[in-house]
């Protein structure tokens, strides 16, 4: 690959250049060569270590800490989570979540660039967890009691899974295990808290696979098949109102092999009964441990044997 402008390093690693210049001033690193104009220009080695420093400082490290290591150093590298936020911090996103709810109403056209500019200043896994995942409970309240409308709803649901899914596209793939198979099930159309989880395993090492939304049982079966899934999961926004999804599940459960695990998540699980062999996880948190815990149970570290679907 030649070397890259600026503008394509932003692109393909959402850094934007501030933060580029900064770390380059700062830390001596990136290192750009010049041409005849003065123009920046990235070789592709440190383009690729650009790509995992933003998925561990997404992880809670400081780039002064990576921006020395060569990218085998950084690609071993553990996941190291946000330590609890401090009361400073937790106001802080409370502020943000509260402007960006003015800003839906008030500035659409500015949401997306607002969300950017929020998701490179938090990292992304402040961000989800407590920007994107309190906001679309706060959208959703606000459609409730008819302070939003329905095209409010929209706007913020397109807008936001077009942030998660260009984020999740530029981390760097690990292809580890667990090879992770995520959508929902027909009659279920909402994706976010399935972008949002998505984008924790993926900042984790775990190798995810989306099919979108709604598909058919019999269809994840064999696309767990085809990629030699270890995890199916499935996602149950607030709104999900399917009563058949409970014999959805035991369907998928039977038919799926017995060495590749089913979990459920969202909101809207508690419509369905406890299924035997299907692993529940309300929360984002419960997601991330389910993660950890399953690794243990496998004998493997972040950086463990790679799947064998690619």
Not at 43 to 54: G, I, S, T
Not at 57 to 63: E, K, L, M
Not at 290 to 302: E, T
């Amino acid at each position: 690959m030649e070397a890259l402008t600026i503008s394509d390093v932003e692109r393909e690693t959402r850094l934007s250049r501030d933060i580029l210049r900064a770390w380059e001033r700062r830390y001596g690193f990136p290192a750009p060569v010049r041409d005849a104009n003065g123009e920046r220009h990235y070789p592709a080695d440190q383009v690729e270590r650009l790509r995992l420093m933003k998925r561990l400082v997404d992880q809670g490290y400081r780039p002064g800490e990576l921006a020395q290591l060569p990218a085998e150093q950084l690609a071993a590298l553990p996941p190291r989570h946000p330590a609890p936020a401090s009361q400073p911090a937790q106001e802080d996103d409370e502020r943000t979540v509260k402007q960006l709810l003015t800003t839906i109403k008030l500035d659409p056209r500015g949401l997306r660039r607002a969300m950017g500019q929020q998701l490179a200043r938090k990292g992304l896994e402040r961000f989800v967890r407590h920007v994107a995942a309190p906001l679309t409970r706060a959208v959703g309240q606000c459609w409730q009691d008819g302070s939003f409308e329905i095209s409010d709803e929209h706007l913020y649901t397109e807008e936001t899974a077009r942030v998660l899914r260009q984020t999740i596209s530029a981390l760097p793939e690990d292809r580890r295990a667990p090879c992770i198979l995520l959508t929902t099930l027909p009659g279920e159309p909402h994706i976010l808290g399935l972008l949002m989880v998505e984008a924790l395993w993926a900042l984790d090492g775990a190798a995810c696979i989306s099919l979108g939304a709604e598909t058919p049982p019999a269809d994840i079966v064999r696309a767990a098949a085809a990629y030699e899934a270890d995890i199916v999961a499935l996602s149950f926004s607030a709104a999900s109102a399917s009563r058949q999804a409970g014999a959805a599940l035991r369907q998928l459960r039977q038919a799926l092999p017995a060495t590749t695990a089913l979990w459920v998540g969202g909101a809207g699980i508690g419509i369905h009964a406890v299924i035997e062999g299907v692993h529940l996880l309300p929360t984002l948190e419960d997601g991330q441990r389910a993660l950890a815990d399953w690794r243990l149970a496998q004998g493997l570290r972040h950086g463990g044997a790679a799947t064998r679907f690619m």
